[in-house]
């Protein structure tokens, strides 16, 4: 989903767990993360966003091979609150932008 062509709801598959890896990658493209207080600095979007304590990203779905029995885990949980209103806020002011003649 994207925001007014300045920002976007992306996945991303994970290929190893270390620390920071979507933070760093998303940086290493010119597309950081909303919030980030490390790896988006510098950057600005043109979006009026509700505080949060961090960046928005979050794991919707984890899913793991047991080490020793090999079974296939999956959890998933549903989307954080900082998160609904973040996206919220986002698809508001697009919407507001683009009714106004993208002013």
């Known amino acids: 989903e994207r925001?007014?062509?300045k920002a976007a709801l992306v996945e991303c598959d994970l290929e190893t767990g270390r620390q920071h890896q979507i933070r760093a990658h998303m940086r290493h493209i010119n597309h950081p993360l909303l919030g980030d207080p490390v790896y988006a600095?510098?950057?600005?979007?043109?979006f009026s966003l509700p505080p949060t304590k961090g960046q928005?990203?979050?794991a919707y779905k984890l899913q793991f091979a047991h080490p020793i029995t090999e079974k296939v885990t999956t959890v998933q949980v549903p989307?954080?609150?900082y998160m609904k209103v973040t996206l919220e806020a986002l698809r508001n002011q697009t919407k507001s932008r683009n009714s106004?003649?993208?002013s």
């Open 3 to 5: 925001f007014d062509g």
């Open 41 to 46: 600095r510098g950057f600005h979007h043109p």
């Open 56 to 58: 928005a990203l979050q």
């Open 79 to 81: 989307e954080a609150g």
């Open 100 to 102: 106004n003649g993208g």
